[in-house]
């Protein structure tokens, strides 16, 4: 029986992995990339899904190896081809840009946005070609279209990958390809993890939803926009935020 087939890029940890493990348990093949294996990449490997899994080490922002890793992809589906790709990896640190060093901006732009560009370009390829019509989710983030002080480089990256889905949108969509960027708020990970309960608290209380999102809620929106039910949507930011940015 022919699968969709979804790339997930940065799935060993985090949403990643939660976006691969959701998908895996809908009937997906996905393959996912990381610069290095891990326990949870491992313990997929070894599941009931192992032989619907592929995973590569890919350092995203390098081009030669996100070309490799979408050809070795789409080499071991075989027959299910490729029907998505999902631009997760991505990379944030914080600073005031008057004294935040321009490397880690270019790192932060080679990964966040310039790799999600390298991948797109080296998915659509495969699906073009297809001609059977396909889906590409850019993970964004409300920091995008908000701004927040101390990100102005992790915000130029997260609008860029905004624009390009705009730009893409309208690129693909005549093949029947929809592409849309997916652009969480303050999520309960390994990320907001780092700040203090009081400063969760205050997000919370911020929230209309009183909530911090969780990665099934993130991933609950991925399977609408990669399902037959978003045929129609397509070049749209969609917040998934608890209300936080009315």
């Known amino acids: 029986m022919q699968r969709k ?41 070894d599941s009931e899904y192992g032989d619907r899994v592929f995973w590569q080490s890919c350092s995203i ?3 030669g190896e996100a070309e490799a890793f979408v050809k070795a992809a789409v080499a071991a589906a075989g027959d299910d081809g490729l029907y998505g790709l999902v631009n997760n990896a991505g990379v944030a640190q914080a600073g005031i840009l008057a004294s935040f060093p321009n490397v880690e901006s270019d790192r932060i732009l080679r990964i966040n946005l310039l790799g999600a560009i390298e991948m797109a370009r080296s998915a659509a390829q495969v699906i073009l070609k297809q001609n059977t019509g396909g889906r590409i989710v850019n ?6 279209s908000r701004g927040y002080n101390g990100m102005a480089a992790y915000s130029a990256s997260k609008a860029g990958m905004d624009g390009m889905s705009r730009a893409l949108a309208r690129e693909l969509g005549r093949r029947q390809i929809t592409v849309n960027s997916l652009a969480p708020g303050y999520v309960e990970t390994e990320m907001s993890s780092t700040l203090s309960p009081g400063q969760l608290a205050q997000i919370a209380n911020r929230t209309p939803l ?16 990669l399902s037959d039910a978003s045929r129609m949507v397509t070049g749209q930011v969609i917040l998934v935020d608890g209300g936080i940015s009315c």
């Open 5 to 45: 087939h979804v790339i997930v890029t940065g799935g060993s940890r985090g949403l990643g992995l939660t976006m691969v493990e959701g998908l895996l348990a809908d009937g997906y093949r996905v393959s996912t990339c990381s610069r290095s294996s891990t326990d949870h990449v491992k313990r997929l490997l």
């Open 61 to 63: 922002g390098d081009e």
């Open 139 to 144: 993970i964004s983030s409300i920091i995008g």
């Open 210 to 225: 009183g909530r911090l999102a969780t990665e099934v809620d993130i991933l609950d929106v991925l399977r609408f926009l």
